[in-house]
């Protein structure tokens, strides 16, 4: 078709018995953007129908062996996505209302010019286009949602799925600390997925992954005009989660001019676009998440105490994996039934004594890692993830302190826990991130604040 929306063929059928009528149609459609075959009766065109799949239909209601509106049900009985589009010599408006009332998407009226139909083809393709983004995006929230709601579940936090529960009937800011890999994402989207708003979108950002030269433009959006480059007005990230949820996760790094921005739209419930003057008002829940201790950031004033109070109006702390190993079974048969359904696994329980007596520095995400590898290099029935505990990546032992009275800094104790996982590993940035369960471009971002040497 004429309309490059698409490189995929797409399948059109015409069931009609005027022979000239389906050969023009044929010949108008000569890029190969449509594939069209033709039935001249209702019983061949259902044939075609049961052996084929076809984006849309083009059916005659008078056909010499039955009428339009009984095959269309049956059609759809074999293509339930098609758009069937109505094509009849004698129009009326009972028989209209009769087509859409069995399923049809459209209706066309003998005679019409070609151009026509093809915009009625056009309009049909771009529906199926849009429902299937649609239907997409309806299995993606349901497989999160249900994933998150399960791992929760798992993890044997009374404590913190009641904090769950109680956050999402409200629309109060939250804020989840703990550990990096001990699943601050995951009970985000947790009490998203249970709120009110869980049909619109979450939305997460890391605040360390960005420049900080573009984090206000990505928060708050831009006008047109507003710096080098911006050639067009953009909606930033508060804008495009409108009606739900927004997780900053790392919110500890976010630079101190825009915490106080952040603070004002937490009160004001309104943004301002960088370069731009009008007020937008907003309706997003924010969620933020951090592995620091916003506290000591407070002290140290890398963090606002009034953002801080602001965004912990419900606070949710998850424990370490280390300090609850009696989730680990749990976990790890969730992680098993979810990315080897087809296999029959069992975990002997040498197995389980072994992954919980193990540290867990990468917490809940260094576990799932583990089962994950485990499934993929072994192929028989018994697991044994413990295995890869001690070959393939550097293991991990508490770095020993530089100092013996408890008297360093948390910052200290980060520098050099990162060091002493770096040289137990070689060097090597990959496994080190793997061990410390935190991203590649993390690790050589603190390297980077630590002097490290970054390959």
């Known amino acids: 078709m004429r309309n490059d929306r698409s490189n995929v063929q797409k399948n059109v059928l015409i069931i009609d018995d005027d022979r000239l009528f389906c050969d023009a149609v044929k010949d108008f459609f000569t890029d190969g953007k449509v594939n069209i075959l033709m039935a001249h009766s209702g019983g061949d065109g259902l044939h075609i129908c049961s052996h084929n799949s076809f984006d849309v239909v083009l059916l005659d209601q008078k056909l010499p062996d039955t009428e339009g509106v ?7 009985e074999h293509n339930e996505h098609a758009k069937i589009i109505f094509i009849t010599a004698y129009p009326s408006f009972e028989n209209a ?5 069995i399923g049809a998407h459209d209706y066309l009226s003998k ?13 049909a393709l771009r529906t199926i286009d849009l429902e299937r983004i649609e239907q997409v995006q309806h299995y993606r929230d349901n497989k999160e949602s249900n994933e998150t709601v399960v791992i929760c579940d798992q993890g044997g936090l009374t404590e913190i799925r009641n904090l769950v529960d109680l956050a999402a009937e409200e629309n109060a800011p939250v804020l989840i600390t703990g550990e990096t890999g001990t699943g601050k994402s995951i009970i985000a989207k947790s009490i998203h997925y249970k709120s009110f708003a869980h049909k619109n979108p979450f939305i997460s950002i890391n605040c360390a992954a960005l420049p900080e030269n ?12 507003a710096f080098t480059g911006a050639v067009s007005s953009r909606k930033g990230i508060f804008e495009l ?6 997780f900053l996760d790392e919110i500890g790094t976010m630079p101190l001019h825009l915490q106080s921005k952040l603070l004002g739209v937490l009160e004001d419930k309104a943004i301002r676009r960088v370069g731009g003057e009008s007020i937008r008002p907003i309706n997003v829940r924010v969620i933020a998440a951090s592995n620091a201790d916003l506290e000591d950031a407070i002290k140290t004033k890398t963090f606002r105490s009034d953002l801080y109070f602001r965004l912990s109006v419900i606070r949710i702390h998850i424990p370490p994996l280390r300090e609850r190993p009696q989730d680990i079974p749990g976990l790890c048969n969730f992680f098993i039934g979810t990315m080897a359904k ?3 696994i069992s975990l002997p329980e040498s197995e389980l004594i072994k992954l919980t007596s193990y540290n867990w520095p990468g917490n809940v995400r260094e576990l799932k890692n583990i089962i994950e590898r485990t499934l993929i290099i072994q192929k028989g029935q018994l697991l044994k993830p413990s295995e890869l505990l001690n070959s393939g990546v550097c293991t991990y032992h508490p770095a020993p302190s530089s100092k013996t009275n408890g008297t360093e800094t ?8 990162i060091q002493y996982v770096l040289n137990r590993c070689s060097g090597n940035y990959t496994k080190s991130a793997k ?8 690790l050589k971002r603190k390297a980077k604040r630590f002097n490290f040497a970054v390959r």
């Open 111 to 123: 005679p019409f010019d070609l151009e026509e139909l093809q915009l009625a083809i056009d309009q």
């Open 241 to 246: 989660a409108e009606g739900g949820t927004l």
């Open 435 to 442: 061990v410390l369960g935190i991203s590649l471009s993390t």
């Open 214 to 225: 573009l984090i206000e433009s990505e928060l708050f959006g831009y006008e047109k005009g």
């Open 342 to 344: 087809d296999r029959q």
């Open 97 to 101: 209302v009769e087509a859409l009332k």
């Open 410 to 417: 948390l910052e200290e104790i980060e520098k050099n826990h």
């Open 70 to 76: 009984l095959l269309c049900p049956r059609i759809l």
